[in-house]
Nanobody
Framework: VQLVESGGGSVQTGGSLGLSCAAS????????MGWFRQAPGKERELVAA????????YYEDSVKGRFTISRDNAKNTVYLQMNSLKPEDTALYYC??????????????????WGQGTQVTVSS
């Protein structure tokens, strides 16, 4: 499966951005999906994850209440709505699909397919 992210950009503190991840090659409903981010000099971290059906979600503590992950399997697309953005949210954001045998994944090693990333920059 090929993944392409879009929607990154630059905003000020308190602003909002919506990221999209479009999949091609295979239908997205076969995969648990996640959004990761990686800031310069830091490890890649899972921000949010969603199960195949969308019934189960996970959020990293620092984004709870501010970010929302969702999916539209009919459109083969996963979304990440980011509100109340902070400078510490600045990073390259990646969309990823978990190994097909997993319906939901919240560990980096459980993800098999990756997009190229989209930059999010939050200025103070």
């Amino acid at each position: 499966v090929q993944l392409v992210e879009s929607g990154g950009g630059s905003v000020q503190t308190g602003g909002s951005l919506g990221l999209s991840c479009a999949a091609s090659g295979r239908t997205l409903n076969k995969y648990g999906m996640g959004w990761f981010r990686q800031a310069p000099g830091k490890e890649r971290e899972l921000v949010a994850a969603i199960s195949r059906s969308g019934g189960t979600t996970y959020y990293e503590d620092s984004v709870k209440g501010r970010f929302t992950i969702s999916r539209d399997n009919a459109k083969n697309t996963v979304y990440l709505q980011m509100n109340s953005l902070k400078p510490e949210d600045t990073a390259l954001y990646y969309c990823a699909a978990a190994k097909e045998e997993l319906g939901f994944a919240n560990e980096l090693y459980e993800y098999k397919y990756w997009g190229q990333g989209t930059q999010v920059t939050v200025s103070s």
